[in-house]
């Protein structure tokens, strides 16, 4: 089996989630694809949406993927995300091949692995804030107790501390968007992946809801891939990648 991978200074077992003491840091990406194609068939006619991607994002850092509406961005994602099936090459995650899982294991690493923002929150409409943050936890077999303080420290931080009771049809767009970031970082996910998270929302609240995504993801030293189209949000980040007609640029 590879190395574990390293989560704010405890090693995790790929695919279990069980803590392993005394591992070195590992060098190693934190997401690496090789040779990832994807291509649909539509009246007789083949359209390669992805050819050929390689991209490696190393621990801790933040990348942009770039490029406009029908570039592909979506459709990466969903591929590293384990989302949908269709796709050739190669995907690691924390070191681990989890391109050829099965149905179960890929629940297992999206699990213990990924956290997800989307341009729109999906937040569980009969749930408050901090439930919404506790709900992935207890998934992944956090206790009770533990899951509302990493909840409540979360939404806090994110400067929701006067609104853990509100349902997310008592908050804002940007509140809403600012309790989905919570929930992705709530399992501490060594990848981020998001699709066009401030898409949704005005110029300002874009700004200081990417800003404060930014401050939490590095805070956490989680990775983060993120697809947007905008130019100046992009530059933000870390490092910028362009993806045009399925290719990286």
């Not at 956090?142 to 909840?151: G, S, T």
């Amino acid at each position: 089996m590879n190395d574990p991978i390293i989560r704010m200074g405890t090693a995790v077992q790929p695919l279990t989630g069980q803590p392993v003491t005394g591992q070195p840091r590992t060098a190693q990406p934190v997401l690496e694809t090789r040779d990832l194609s994807r291509s649909f068939t539509r009246g007789g006619q083949t359209i390669e949406v992805l050819r050929g991607v390689d991209l490696a994002v190393a621990p801790g850092e933040i990348v942009a993927l770039l490029g406009p509406s029908g570039s592909g961005k979506s459709t990466l994602l969903q591929a590293v995300g384990l989302l949908e099936g269709g796709f050739s090459g190669s995907i690691r995650i924390a070191g681990e091949e989890v391109s050829k899982l099965d149905s179960h294991g890929r629940t297992i690493a999206r699990r213990d692995y990924l956290g997800f923002v989307y341009q729109f929150h999906h937040l569980l409409p009969d749930f408050n804030a901090i439930e919404n943050v506790v709900l992935p936890q207890l998934v992944q077999g956090k206790l009770p107790a533990a899951a509302d303080e990493r909840a409540r420290g979360l939404l806090t931080a994110l400067g929701l501390g006067h609104r853990l009771t509100h349902r997310p049809s008592q908050l804002s767009g940007g509140e809403q968007q600012r309790v989905a970031v919570a929930r992705a970082l709530a399992n501490q996910p060594p990848l981020v992946l998001a699709d066009e998270p401030t898409g949704n929302l005005d110029e300002h609240t874009s700004e200081v809801v990417l800003a404060e995504f930014l401050r939490l993801v590095r805070g956490e030293g989680s990775a983060a891939l993120v697809a947007t189209h905008n130019e100046r949000l992009a530059q933000k980040m870390d490092r910028v990648v362009r993806l045009h007609e399925g290719r990286l640029q």
